[in-house]
């Protein structure tokens, strides 16, 4: 028999609904089966209060509230989705500050024995002493694979690295996609979130301390929490809403611009030393002359602007030669070419190249060091530490890859 295609487009039209309406009924059953939650974070999962940044949060850090944390806001979503009368999920919130991948490998027994249902990972911005496949991407697929071993339908969603701005390396990014590939988990986008400065703390003008401010706002919190939600559910993230480059704080990071700074001891000095180093004439050209008389040693700094090299490989190169210089009492002092960084958790690192002790001729020094895209303070030294004698420095460039 052959109907009339008004009747036929009516019933296709029906059958589509119904499979729309079986579709929302199978995703409200499917959130309501979620009685296990793992959060695995660092400090934007949790941060106790720690004097030393001024924090006095017990929560997601640099969210006003704990309610407007990221991983409140998503279990307000799914208490929502679940319904009134429904059971509250146990929930296993493993995050700390400075909180690395690593750090939790030792526990995937744990991470097994909990047997999620869900499980949300927050993790990666710590990790920067060794981003490889070997140094990061496996041990954050050890801790997916602990997570799939207590429950092979545990669902996975794994966010995307903070402070990786439109411009920055995506390397970090790059392995957790792989590594959700490999076990099945989803990815959560956070791409969106960087576009608006307003995402970030610093915009908000709440907190002092530079480490805090490094953090998501409220708003890149709400950010997070819908990009999770997204993930789990597959409804599209609200879109980021735009804002005038008038609007970004004053340390927002470049558009990728590459930097390129030359020291040539001349009137005036290219950088801002605090204090100045002294400046000399040899071969015919001025140089910085440092002489120390005791072992106290003399050091010269100036800070640079930590959000135009984080999460960039630096190129410092320059000649040294030294004179008299008396041996290191520790392994790590003498002639100095040496950054200080503070990273978003307060915590300091002193990366640097290494330089003999005694007399030594001019000698190249072409170093390369990766700053962690989440550093908030960047200085730069060069002298002499707890040594004694004599140490020329030729020319600096330093320089962005």
Known sequence: MTYPMKYLTKYLLFLSLFATARLRAEGVA?????????????????????????????????????????VHLFLAKLAQAQGAGAPAPEVWI??????????????????????????????????????????????????????????????????????????????????????????????????AAFVNPANRAL?????????????????????????????????????????????????SPPAGNPVAINEVWGDPLSLKWSPAPPVAQDEEKNVAKITSQTAQGSMFGTAFAAAQFAGRDVKIQTRVKGDSISDKPKPWNGVKIMLRVRDAEGKLDYPEFKLPA???????????????????????????????????FDAIHISTQ
């Open 30 to 70: 499917d959130l309501k089966s979620l009685h296990k939650i793992l959060i695995l974070g660092d400090s934007i999962t949790h941060h106790l209060p720690t004097a030393s940044l001024n924090w006095t949060g017990d929560w997601g850090m640099a969210a006003t509230a704990a309610d407007k944390d990221y």
């Open 94 to 191: 493993f995050g700390e500050g400075g909180g690395k991948i690593s750090d939790k490998v030792p526990f995937t027994d744990k991470i097994t024995a909990f047997k999620a249902d869900l499980a949300l990972v927050q993790l990666g911005e710590n990790d920067n002493k060794d981003v490889t496949v070997e140094g990061f991407q496996q041990p954050y697929e050890t801790l997916l694979a602990a997570i799939r071993a207590g429950n092979p339908n545990v669902r996975i969603l794994c966010a995307g690295v903070w402070g990786v701005w439109p411009t920055g390396d995506q390397t970090k990014n790059t392995m957790i996609r792989a590594a959700c590939q490999k076990y099945g988990a989803t990815f959560a986008d956070l791409g």
């Open 203 to 251: 915009a908000e003008h709440l907190f002092t301390n530079a480490a805090v401010n490094w953090h998501p706002s409220d708003g890149g919190m709400a950010a997070y929490a819908d990009a999770f939600w997204s993930a789990l559910t597959g409804s599209p993230s609200a879109p980021a809403a735009s804002a005038p480059a008038a609007s970004a704080p004053a340390s």
């Open 358 to 392: 005694g007399t030594f001729p001019w000698t190249d020094v072409d170093w390369t060091v990766r700053v962690p895209a989440n550093t908030v303070e960047l200085y730069f030294y060069i002298g002499l530490e707890a040594v004694s004698g004599t140490v020329w």
